[in-house]
């Protein structure tokens, strides 16, 4: 079973491991730095803080932490946020997690907070992503100016949305 809980500073450990894991961010937008464990905590300090343009999820199967998931940039007169999600650890990825992870976040983004549309960034390259976004609803927007630069060279970021009117049931 999974689900959706605010971030704790428990989740510390679990998410500077994965945050150490060079191999996690290929198959991310952003950029791989190394990183202090103490930052980690700091990061996570901060993320839990209150924030009205933010809402940040760990992604528990059977209580366990498996992933992150956040909701950013919220603006409420628009009705948008941007969405980033993954699933740590590699033994825990295609077994259909990140697929029920996006939908408790759809759910969460046009019920609990009633947002119109919800936006997200993802590598070209990764192509079980975007299947999984398509499958959620997903349309392609276009491409972001900036590319990614990747141990495997520079990549185009996609941008994708989900407008609440074209969500499927």
């Known amino acids: 079973m999974l689900s959706l809980r605010p971030l ?7 998410i500077f491991r994965w945050h150490s894991d060079p191999e ?8 791989y730095r190394p990183v202090q464990r103490e930052n980690v905590r700091e ?7 209150s924030s009205d343009i933010e809402r940040n ?7 366990e932490h ?3 998931l956040y909701l950013r940039d919220i603006d409420w007169e628009k009705g948008c946020a941007e969405l980033h999600v993954f699933i740590g650890d590699a033994s825990n ?3 259909g997690i990140g697929t029920e992870a996006m939908r408790l976040a759809l759910d969460q983004a046009f019920g609990a907070l009633a947002l119109k549309e919800v936006f997200l960034h993802v590598l070209a390259t ?5 299947r999984l976004y398509e499958r959620c609803g997903f349309t392609l927007q276009g491409k972001r100016a900036a590319p990614a630069e990747k141990r495997c060279g520079t990549v185009d970021v ?8 074209k969500r499927e049931p």
């Open 43 to 49: 990061w996570l300090a901060r993320r839990m803080a």
């Open 66 to 68: 498996v992933g992150n």
């Open 93 to 95: 990825r295609g077994q």
């Open 158 to 165: 996609l941008r994708m949305s989900l407008r609440k009117a």
């Open 126 to 130: 990764n192509q079980s992503a975007i």
């Open 57 to 63: 999820y760990a992604i528990c199967r059977s209580g």
């Open 24 to 31: 996690l961010f290929e198959h991310l937008v952003g950029d």
């Open 8 to 14: 704790e500073l428990q989740d510390a450990d679990a």
